[in-house]
């Protein structure tokens, strides 16, 4: 899989658009958020990788532990819940009503019970994330640790 991810909108070329937190170090994380962007048809999404400086610096009460484990939607600032974080499956189901081209996955997604099965299948992915795609050639060195 190639570790090399295209340009990936910021917040500050989007300050009112929702963020993805998410794994910059990650294969398997990289190639999702770079899908991501093309059901983002309506540019509603910026991107930031949990290991910048900024996502401290701006949440600081977001666990770096947590944001290895699942990914994170904050709504953006013009939202009824400005800076409300959607995490792992729950972010996905957001996402779903949020994205025009995602409309079809809101009817599952928000079918009843449905999320405890999405739940423990996001958390099986995320934990295996390394395993399926690998680790991008900058997390050689051991700084993206599986965490567990």
């Known amino acids: 899989m190639p570790t090399d991810t295209p340009k990936l909108p910021s917040p500050a070329e ?3 658009a929702d963020i993805v937190l998410y794994d910059g170090q990650c294969n398997f994380c990289r190639a999702s958020v770079t899908k991501l962007v093309w059901w983002d048809c309506q540019d509603k999404l910026a991107y930031l990788s949990l290991h910048e400086p ?11 532990d947590r944001l290895h484990e699942e990914m994170c939607i904050v709504e953006r600032p013009a939202s009824p819940h400005p800076g409300r974080q959607h995490w792992g499956a729950e972010a996905i189901r ?7 081209r995602l409309w079809w996955l809101a009817p599952v997604m928000y079918f009843p019970g449905i999320m405890l099965l999405a739940k423990p299948a996001y ?20 700084t993206c ?3 567990r």
């Open 14 to 16: 989007r300050p009112e």
């Open 54 to 64: 900024e996502v401290a610096e701006r949440w600081p009460d977001v666990s770096l």
């Open 94 to 100: 957001y996402l779903s009503l949020r994205l025009r």
């Open 123 to 142: 958390r099986f992915i995320a934990r295996n994330r390394y395993l399926i795609a690998g680790k991008a050639e900058e997390c050689e060195s051991g």
């Open 145 to 147: 640790s599986i965490r």
